[in-house]
């Protein structure tokens, strides 16, 4: 009988199993950058129109539509407030991201070199998530009972 893990097998599965993990980093990688590349919606204003800021963009558009004008107007003088800063940490996002793509196409592939350059585009996307924490907290000083009762119990659609 002969056995199944033949030398010209195993180069064969170690060759797929590479090509699989290999495909799947560039899905990811070009996913999240295909998320990130959308505009702003008219929450923020045609003046404002920004490549990036995706994420942040579409939880803060669902929050907005769920509140009265007045604080809907809070929200949005928050985020004009941290635009600025809000689409650097995009942009620093955006920059590792396509370094992490870059590192997923390089032949040979450099495991260090891949590891850090996924974990710098992790790094770099955790920094979004405060900025946006912030501007929330600044709105919610300026809201009305009601506005904050509605953010208080806005559940996004998933």
């Known amino acids: 009988m002969k056995p199944f893990f033949t030398q010209g097998r195993v180069v064969k599965i170690a060759l797929a199993a590479s090509l699989a993990v290999n495909v799947f980093f560039v899905a990811f990688v070009g996913a999240q950058l295909w998320r990130s590349r959308t505009d702003l919606p008219s929450f923020v204003g045609d003046s404002a129109q920004t490549p990036g800021l995706a994420i942040a963009q579409m939880a803060l558009q669902r929050a907005a539509d769920a509140l009265p004008a007045n604080d809907r107007a809070a929200?949005?003088?928050?985020?004009m407030a941290r635009l600025p800063v809000l689409r650097e940490a995009q942009e620093q996002y955006l920059q590792a991201a396509e370094a992490a793509?870059?590192?997923?196409?390089?032949t040979p592939i450099?495991?260090?070199a891949l590891r850090s350059s996924i974990d710098a585009a992790v790094v770099a996307?955790?920094?979004i998530a405060p900025i946006v924490g912030d501007l929330l907290a600044d709105a919610i000083l300026h809201m009305s009972d009601e506005g904050r009762q509605s953010l208080s119990t806005y559940r996004p659609k998933q």
Request: charged share 45%; aromatic share 0%; net charge positive.
């Open 125 to 127: 996307r955790q920094k």
């Open 110 to 112: 450099d495991p260090g």
């Open 101 to 106: 793509r870059k590192e997923v196409s390089r």
């Open 75 to 79: 929200l949005r003088q928050a985020l």
